[in-house]
């Protein structure tokens, strides 16, 4: 069913309160810390001497000796301190990373983490102190969120925290988009709008310089802000959530392919809202509440109206670009083949069973395509149920004459 595809195609370790993108981006954390880790920076003599015994135990050839390259790494940074290097500086944060990755590696999680949250406080401390000049303020707030991506990583096991963190740090990077002629509030409260509304893709400005170049970090940790509200069970919060960072990515200039796949985890969670909804229609029939009943049922007929909306929004849009680019872009044809199946589902769910049949079909051919083995046996599941449903309508037909 939808729901098991929906878990299928999210991250491991993750239940359906996971949103696709979310995890995903996780795996872009080693990225982009590396950069950091890596001492390439010019660093003094004495400084570049120890970096360069770290490195050299910590490399195969010393057999990973990572607990070697701590210590060269901590008399690094008491170097540092002893030459008095900005502590903002990539070279002096380079050998904290430095530090933080051994102790990762050795399974000292939670100094790691005590690493992060220092330098999440200082770049937010120096944020907000508004006395660092305006145009390093973009650089620290890329490095900001790609401390706080990394933390929110080490720390799944607190959601509270981790939504904490992202919120808060995510709004400095609201304002400075702001600043910088980005046409964004700063708060989330205010620029949520209804799930109902229908206008979610109409044109916004765009201005995607006010973005860079910490835009690919702050999209990232929007989308794990996504998955802790949907693990504190905040499911309309998430999905007004994603409708923003949807709306926030087309003033960006965000990637095709990004703002499609961002589009179909709205529609995906507004499909699992839908069957929430349902859910609750169902209890209140059985205790005979009609005034529930029938809120219930508007809230999940308009959940499933915005989801329906949400994919054939991405069919539509991928219609204007010329079919060699979107058959050779696999991330387009992915989504393509997600839609079509969840089209598909909706309308199986909501008993066209004509209209259902040829969308999952067709997601199926489209999934053979890309050798996405699993979609295929997901839409093949559904297809036996709807095989399933026109014998029952059959039977009734034949009943009923």
Same mark, same amino acid.
């Given at each position: 069913n939808y729901q098991a595809y929906y878990d299928l195609h999210h991250p491991k370790k993750r239940n359906w309160k996971r949103t696709v993108i979310g995890l995903a981006a996780l795996s872009l954390t080693g990225?982009?810390?590396?950069?950091?880790?890596?001492?390439?920076?010019?660093?003094?003599?004495s400084v570049a001497k120890l970096l360069r015994k770290g490195l050299w135990a910590e490399s195969n050839k010393e057999n990973n000796n990572y607990a070697g390259a701590l210590q060269f790494y901590i008399r690094a940074l008491e170097e540092c301190n002893n030459l008095e290097i900005d502590k903002l500086s990539d070279e002096y944060t380079g050998v904290q990373l430095k530090i933080a990755e051994m102790l990762?590696?050795?399974? &000292? +999680?939670?100094?790691?983490?005590?690493?992060?949250? %220092?330098? /999440?406080?200082?770049?937010?401390?120096t944020l907000l102190s508004e006395k660092i000049p305006i145009e390093t303020r973009p650089h620290i707030i890329q490095k900001d969120l790609r401390i706080v991506i990394k933390l929110v990583h080490l720390s799944e096991?607190?959601?509270?925290?981790?939504?904490?963190? &992202? +919120?808060?740090?995510?709004?400095?990077?609201?304002? %400075?988009? /702001?600043?910088r002629g980005g046409s964004l509030a700063s708060n989330d409260s205010i620029v949520h709008p209804s799930p109902k509304n229908h206008d979610l893709f109409i044109s916004y400005p765009v201005n995607s310089q006010a973005w860079f170049p910490?835009?690919?970090?702050?999209?990232?940790?929007?989308d794990l802000y996504i998955s802790t509200c949907l693990r504190l069970g905040e499911h309309l919060l998430a999905i007004r959530s994603q409708i923003t960072t949807l709306q926030w990515m087309v003033m960006a200039d965000c990637d095709f392919p990004d703002i499609i796949m961002c589009?179909?985890?709205?529609?995906?969670?507004l499909y699992l809202q839908a069957e929430e909804y349902e859910s609750r229609e169902l209890n209140a029939k059985k205790n005979n509440n009609e005034k529930d009943i029938q809120l219930f049922k508007e809230e999940k007929d308009e959940c499933l109206k915005s989801a329906t909306f949400c994919?054939?929004?991405?069919?539509?849009?991928?219609?204007?670009?010329?079919?060699?680019?979107?058959?050779?872009?696999?991330?387009?044809?992915?989504?393509?083949?997600?839609?079509?199946?969840?089209?598909g589902v909706i309308n199986l769910h909501t008993g066209n069973l004509e209209k259902a049949k040829e969308l999952l079909r067709r997601s199926r051919l489209r999934a053979k395509g890309i050798?996405?083995?699993?979609?295929?046996?997901?839409?093949?599941?559904?297809?036996?149920?709807?095989?399933?449903?026109?014998?029952?309508?059959?039977?009734?037909?034949?009943?009923?004459?």
């Open positions: 990225y982009g810390l590396y950069y950091y880790y890596w001492p390439h920076h010019t660093f003094p003599t990762e590696k050795l399974n &000292l +999680l939670e100094e790691a983490k005590n690493i992060y949250q %220092e330098l /999440a406080d200082l770049y937010l401390s096991s607190d959601p509270t925290y981790c939504s904490n963190l &992202l +919120l808060t740090h995510c709004i400095k990077a609201q304002e %400075e988009v /702001a600043r910490f835009r690919d970090e702050f999209f990232i940790a929007r589009q179909f985890n709205l529609g995906s969670l994919y054939e929004s991405i069919l539509e849009a991928v219609k204007s670009f010329p079919p060699v680019i979107s058959r050779d872009h696999p991330q387009i044809v992915e989504a393509l083949a997600l839609t079509t199946y969840s089209l050798n996405n083995e699993e979609l295929v046996a997901e839409a093949e599941a559904e297809l036996k149920k709807l095989e399933k449903e026109e014998k029952l309508l059959e039977l009734k037909q034949k009943e009923n004459n």
